[in-house]
């Protein structure tokens, strides 16, 4: 019964390598997000679907390519892994306003990321 | 860029006192949330309020928005060890858009 999941929780790897967090809502939200948390607990949007659209992607690197293969999952797929990379990233998602505005938005458990 | 605020920055009462944080924001709004988060969890929306109301209520919660001094406050009445967490203020200023502040940490000791 799980509102937004993501897998895995916990993602361990090394500098230069590729990973992939997946991020499913079965809210029938239009609209997902990506958000990086970091030490200090500071959270940071970094891209924003709207049925399987983007419609915000906030100055991150290219290394960092979300994907929406349909409305109800976006995936975030990172190349060449770097230290400052290490996160914890949540997924969340929440109805689309037309009009402008934010309604409130729905937060996955996050996916704690170390590289090392 | 951050836009909301939260002060104080911890925050630890005792069971049973209320608590009070505050938020800044820099620009206009069209509506101010509020969430929790738990340790190792991910947040959870506590109240929104639109830009042309200036209080509102959930439970034990009240929300206060200010918006002529770009601020707002949330306060816990009665806490309990369970309200435990940090809080954050978030600013909806268009483009399905949610800037967050850098969160108050609350401590509640029995």
Redesign the interface.
């Given at each position: 019964d799980t509102a937004v999941s993501q897998t895995p929780k916990y993602l361990v790897t090394q500098m230069g390598n590729d990973k992939s967090i997946k991020c499913e809502q079965n809210l029938g939200h239009d609209t997902m997000y990506w958000y990086k948390q970091d030490s200090k607990k500071f959270l940071k949007i970094m891209f924003s679907y709207n049925n399987k659209e983007l419609i915000i992607n906030e100055t991150v690197p290219n290394r960092f390519s979300p994907k929406s293969p349909d409305k109800a999952h976006l995936n975030l797929h990172i190349n060449s892994l770097e230290l400052g990379d290490s996160a914890v990233y949540f997924c969340a998602s929440s109805p689309h306003s037309s009009g402008g505005g934010s309604y409130e938005q729905y937060f996955g458990p996050g996916t704690r990321l170390t590289v090392t | 860029s951050?836009q909301g605020e939260e002060d104080p920055q911890a925050l630890s009462i005792q069971e049973g006192e209320n608590a009070t944080m505050n938020c800044s924001y820099k620009t206009s709004i069209?509506?101010l949330?509020w969430?929790r988060?738990n340790s190792?969890?991910?947040?959870?929306?506590l109240i929104?309020i639109r830009s042309n109301e200036r209080e509102k209520h959930s439970g034990r919660l009240r929300v206060t928005l200010d918006t002529s001094k770009k601020s707002s406050s949330l306060l816990i009445t009665a806490s309990r060890a369970a309200d435990t967490a940090?809080y954050?203020c978030a600013t909806?200023?268009?483009?399905?858009?949610?800037?967050?502040g850098?969160?108050t940490?609350l401590t509640i000791n029995p």
């Open positions: - | 951050q069209n509506n949330q969430y988060q190792g969890r991910g947040l959870v929306h929104l940090s954050f909806a200023s268009g483009a399905q858009k949610l800037v967050f850098q969160g940490r």
